[in-house]
């Protein structure tokens, strides 16, 4: 078990001990279709540890009950175990404040909240959203629905060949009608890293906001709100090694005061008459109804796990394995890279020639290898890309490079089967 | 590395790298377009009627080998045949791949069409496999559009309790 206790700033080990992280995550241990499980769809979601089972199975064994309501014992445990969850999500993307951290079911459930409760308040007729051109659905399609029902103007900021956004292209489509820069920090389907950090400095400038779909980037990256100086920053739990149903949204306090609340019901209140409803204070404003209670508590879990690990020798690993696969997969013939930015996560996808993503994955799933394919819920990125879809293998820190020449491997086994 | 073989067989093969009938069919009186929103496949299934009789069937569109070489044997098996013809030869055909229809024991239709079956040991790919007889049907009845998603799920019960 690792100690959740050591700390971040110890020296880093040389070598990041793959064998002993893996033994931490029981789903890897596993055959399918008679081979060792290959699981390289992280992106999509990824694996449990242990520790985050055992978190959610104790409270679900002894401390289950409803949250803020009871004055009773267990409904005590469970606040306390919830609310320390946010606690440890505040530490975790160095927010100021605990109740700056609002609890979603995920990134998707983030952004909307932020549509409904930012955008909707204001954004008017003729108003502009910026967005990017790698976006995934859940970051273009709550904007469009708003645009809609606003008379607003959604603008694109383009990419290039490689899939790096183009900066001075984006400065350019900022104006005093912008209200809202929406993107991602990391692209789910070509890897991408945005600069987040430049891209908030510069929509700053002009006073507009900026939402970060930190889907893909909170598992990789160090996240600090503070020092992106983002506004919003949206994660999933189930793509940083938390249950699914657990996730949070970021929202600078001056922004979620000012917001409307998103869904409304119990919880969200201060005061209920028929004739009027004032609302609770952060972050119950945002939380209507009973919560994802063991999730999040499993998504703290989560949190002192990867607190307690060496990140930066993970993040070291996780690039080496990038590199090393980059290099084997490219070098067949027939196989191309869809994603060749500079600076990027351990997303590798790909197409093949004459051989469409979906047999590429099915033959790859008969050798024990999970990888996703499809467009990746980025059905722009396909069409800017000029394929039909890709196939995306995706790492985490528990992969090997046994597990990248499996994949080299069956990959020459489609060209096989298809020549 | 059984069941893959039998997915992937050399007829199957052959269908995707050449397609039957994989063309606009300019004087088409029915036209309807099938899309697996899941996996982004989409296809135009193009129908000239005779009558009662399908004179004429083709397609067009993108998608894996396994949709692409079901709707290129669909054109070829149905071409010539009554509507009532196509309509059984659609649910046997669905019935096998969702393993409903047992195609060496209960007496049907299907002949070549029996390459197929391997699809039902893969129930994420049975969309694949059906999506253009779902927008052949789609036609026939003169809907212009048709999307997997509509169709309730393809899976067995047998997978339902699993």
């Known amino acids: ?419 | 590395m059984t069941e893959l073989s039998e997915l992937y067989q050399q007829v199957i093969l052959d269908h995707n790298k050449k397609p039957r009938n994989f063309h606009k069919l300019e004087d088409a009186d029915r036209v309807s377009e099938g899309y697996n929103p899941l996996c982004g496949d989409q296809l135009t299934v193009y129908v000239q009627l005779d009558g009662d009789v399908i004179r004429d069937v083709s397609f067009e569109g993108s998608g894996c080998a396994i949709s692409k070489a079901a709707a290129s044997m669909m054109t070829q098996s149905v071409k010539g045949k009554t509507r009532a013809e196509a309509e059984t030869l659609f649910k046997e055909f669905h019935g096998m791949v969702t393993g409903e229809l047992d195609e060496e024991g209960a007496p049907n239709n299907l002949g070549r069409l029996k390459i197929f079956a391997g699809v039902r040991e893969f129930p994420a790919r049975v969309k694949c496999a059906s999506l253009s007889w779902h927008t052949l049907n789609a036609a026939l009845v003169g809907e212009t559009v048709t999307t997997t998603e509509n169709l309730g799920p393809d899976i067995t019960s047998e997978q339902v309790s699993a």
């Open chain 1, 1 to 419: 078990m690792i100690a959740t206790e050591k700390m971040i700033n110890e020296p880093a080990p040389a070598t990041w001990d793959v064998a002993r992280i893996r033994e931490e995550f029981p789903v890897l241990g596993q055959t399918v279709n008679g081979r060792p499980l290959v699981y390289l769809d992280n992106a999509a979601s990824s694996q449990v540890p242990r520790v985050v089972i055992e978190r959610g199975s104790r409270y679900l064994q002894e401390e289950h009950s409803n949250i803020h309501r009871g004055v009773h014992y267990l409904s005590q445990r469970a606040t306390t175990a919830y609310e320390g969850a946010r606690e440890k999500v505040r530490r975790f993307i160095n927010a100021r404040e605990a109740k700056e951290c609002i609890f979603v079911r995920g990134c998707t459930e983030g952004i909307n909240l932020v549509m409904h409760g930012y955008g909707r308040k204001f954004v008017g007729a003729g108003d502009e959203i910026v967005i990017s051109a790698m976006e995934h659905h859940a970051n273009i399609v709550p904007w469009q629905m708003l645009c809609e029902e606003k008379g607003a103007r959604l603008r694109v900021i383009p990419m290039n060949d490689a899939g790096e956004l183009l900066l001075d292209e984006y400065e350019a489509l900022l104006n005093e009608r912008t209200k809202l820069v929406a993107v991602m920090h990391v692209s789910n389907a070509l890897g991408t890293i945005n600069p987040i950090k430049e891209i908030a400095a510069r929509a700053h400038k002009q006073g507009i906001p900026v939402l970060v779909d930190g889907a893909q980037g909170a598992p990789h990256l160090r996240i600090d709100v503070q020092d992106l100086d983002c506004d919003f920053y949206c994660i999933s739990g189930h793509k940083m090694f938390a249950p699914t149903g657990s996730g949070v949204v970021y929202g600078k306090a001056e922004w979620l005061e000012q917001m409307n609340p998103f869904l409304g019901g119990g919880d969200m209140i201060r005061t209920v008459t028929f004739e009027k409803t004032t609302y609770a204070g952060l972050p119950n404003k945002f939380e209507a109804g009973t919560p994802a209670i063991a999730s999040q508590i499993g998504l703290g879990a989560a949190i002192d796990f990867l607190n307690g690990i060496d990140r930066e020798a993970a993040h070291a690993y996780e690039q080496e394995l990038l590199a090393y696969a980059t290099e084997k997969l490219s070098a067949i013939e027939g196989v191309r890279l869809i994603g060749t930015a500079r600076e990027k996560t351990g997303v590798l996808a790909f197409v093949i020639d004459e051989v469409h993503p979906h047999d590429v994955g099915t033959i790859l799933d008969q050798e024990g290898i999970a990888i996703r394919a499809g467009h990746h819920c980025a059905q722009p990125v396909m069409k800017r890309f000029n394929v039909p879809a890709t196939a995306r293998a995706s790492f985490a820190f528990y992969n090997t490079k046994e597990e990248a020449d499996a994949l080299v491997g069956a990959v020459q086994k489609v060209i096989e089967v298809f020549s």
